[in-house]
């Protein structure tokens, strides 16, 4: 009995150097760990730093954003869990709308048996094949030998209802699907149809939705008074252009051109007919960019108070014989600019966005996560520096907050806090950095730009929803490249701007897509909710 005392004493001594050994190789095992992981960041910044001696860029930190506070994944998850005493969860079943019920009785029931209901069960399918219908149109003759024929449902166009066309729009410009895969599914399921008919299709008579998306960027600045704005790369008959993007909660106009320029900017906004004006407007836009032109009160001389065209402007040029390009380039901007005015686009029109010159124009504020990340982009020589760097980033991310909290509940003296936290964080100079330096003092040149919310508490914050729509633009022309003719060009600027305004107004876009097509107008036109949802917002405590 001793000896088994020994032995069960003798186990658990071993037993317990066991675990003690296992503790200290996890202790080095962390460490170890550790080690290589601070490695591997020397070695990537030993990499970046050899890249920028050779001319070439480091490799891109994308940090989770610090914009709208940290909260971890559990806080999140937490905040989405529904407590199941005070809020009992609801079937989603009960959401479906039932096409068909059956009711299916067991295989044998003994006798005895008592009915005690029914239990349910939901199933979600989906019928996708041909539906193909032949309208037999009646001839009659009339006495005086004419005939009269039945006419084709109004919703019909050619020979593909309007359920194969809606569903076709939904796939190429809702789903991204190309068309070299869109024909051979159309043709597996049985719809006989050419390559040359699915193009028409997708870009011929469209007139409908063109009219439709010219309505959004006027009902978006008439309802609301402020745009966000962006641009991306866009490719048009083998070359590059440019896709301008309008937007803001309630809309999104895009419109795709051969460059970028704020007359770009400005004709845009103008819509399918820019209009050009000579009138004391036009003088007080030269006069506020260029002061001591002669230009202003030199065209007020010709043709004063009168509106014109494209092809009249160019005859105007040419009769006031100006040469330089840049006074050229000035005065149309002032004359596009006088039209705007004109034609009821307010003067103090939000114009929200990075830094981009041809967006400086009207009322215009500047994008903060945009500066910031000037701030991420420089590069430490030593740890001083990367402190100090940091300690910006952290003060521009907490005078960030303090407009956050403005806009909520403006007040005049947290207006005076903010001026007075935007002048010490950018005025002042380090010993540090020389680099630093200049980009504080370039960020303070653009004070009124980014405390412009001081003023307008209605102005953003920040570009993030408009860089959304920016990429919709993006990955469609890495989807299927560029564009051929130049009605493709419209329709996909039409389509993408009536896809993101729905998402943006709660509107399922196939179901928009029925509806226009089958013209039922059940759905209110676009800018008509627009109206609506501005109007609801503004009378929301």
């Not at 028409?200 to 063109?210: A, P, V």
């Not at 103090?348 to 010159?357: S, Y």
């Amino acid at each position: 009995m001793q000896n088994y005392d020994d032995l069960i004493r003798r186990l658990i001594e071993q037993n317990n150097q066991l675990i003690e050994e296992n503790r200290r190789l996890k202790y080095r095992l962390d460490i170890a760990l550790n080690t290589i992981a601070l490695q591997q960041e020397e070695i990537q910044r030993l990499k970046d730093e050899i890249a920028i001696l050779k001319g070439q860029k480091p490799r891109p930190k994308i940090p989770p954003s610090a914009l709208e506070g940290a909260q971890s994944k559990d806080k999140q998850n937490d905040k989405n869990k529904l407590s199941r005493g005070k809020h009992p969860r609801r079937k989603k079943t009960n959401q479906l709308e039932i096409h068909t019920r059956s009711r299916i009785k067991p295989e044998s029931i003994p006798e005895g048996a008592i009915f005690k209901g029914c239990q349910k069960f939901a199933v979600q399918d989906i019928i996708l094949r041909s539906y193909n219908t032949v309208y037999e149109l009646e001839r009659w003759q009339l006495p005086d030998g004419s005939y009269l024929t039945g006419k084709l449902p109004q919703n019909i166009y050619g020979h593909y209802g309007p359920q194969l066309i809606a569903y076709i729009l939904h796939q190429y410009y809702g789903c991204r699907v190309t068309e070299p895969l869109l024909f051979p599914q159309l043709k597996e399921i049985g719809i006989l149809i050419s390559e040359g008919q699915l193009s028409n299709i997708l870009i011929q008579g469209k007139e409908l939705f063109h009219n439709e998306k010219e309505e959004l960027l006027p009902a978006g600045i008439a309802a609301t008074g402020q745009v966000k704005v962006d641009d991306t790369g866009a490719r048009h008959q083998g070359r590059n252009g440019y896709s301008t993007i309008i937007g803001n909660e309630f809309f999104t106009s895009i419109v795709s051109t051969e460059r970028k320029s704020r007359v770009n900017f400005l004709q845009i906004l103008h819509g399918t007919d820019p209009r050009y004006l000579i009138n004391t407007d036009t003088a007080d836009y030269i006069e506020t960019l260029k002061p001591s032109s002669w230009l202003g009160r030199y065209l007020l001389h010709h043709d004063p108070d009168r509106s014109m065209n494209q092809e009249e402007w160019e005859k105007f040029l040419l009769k006031i014989n100006i040469k330089a390009e840049g006074d050229i380039k000035l005065i149309t901007e002032a004359a596009l600019f006088a039209s705007l005015i004109e034609n009821d686009i307010p003067r103090d029109l939000g114009v929200h966005g990075d830094d981009a010159g041809q967006f400086n124009v009207f009322v215009r504020s500047l994008c903060w996560i945009h500066q910031e990340r000037h701030y991420r982009k420089l590069i430490p020589l030593d740890e001083a520096t990367r402190q100090a760097i940091e300690q910006v980033r952290e003060e521009i991310w907490d005078l960030y907050s303090g407009l956050k909290d403005y806009k909520l509940a403006p007040s005049e003296s947290l207006k005076l806090i903010l001026e007075q936290k935007f002048d010490d964080l950018f005025l002042k100079k380090t010993t540090i950095s020389p680099t630093l330096n200049k980009q504080l003092a370039t960020t303070y040149a653009k004070k009124d730009e980014l405390l412009r919310v001081l003023e307008r508490p209605e102005t953003p914050l920040h570009n993030n929803g408009t860089e959304t729509d920016a990429r919709e633009m993006v990955v469609k022309k890495k989807v299927s490249g560029g564009t051929r003719s130049n009605e493709g060009r419209k329709c996909r600027d039409t389509f993408i701007s009536l896809k993101k305004t729905c998402c943006k107004l709660e509107i399922t876009f196939l179901s928009y897509l029925e509806d226009r097509v089958n013209k039922l107008f059940e759905i209110p036109r676009l800018a008509q909710v627009i109206f609506t949802r501005a109007a609801r917002r503004l009378n929301e405590p």
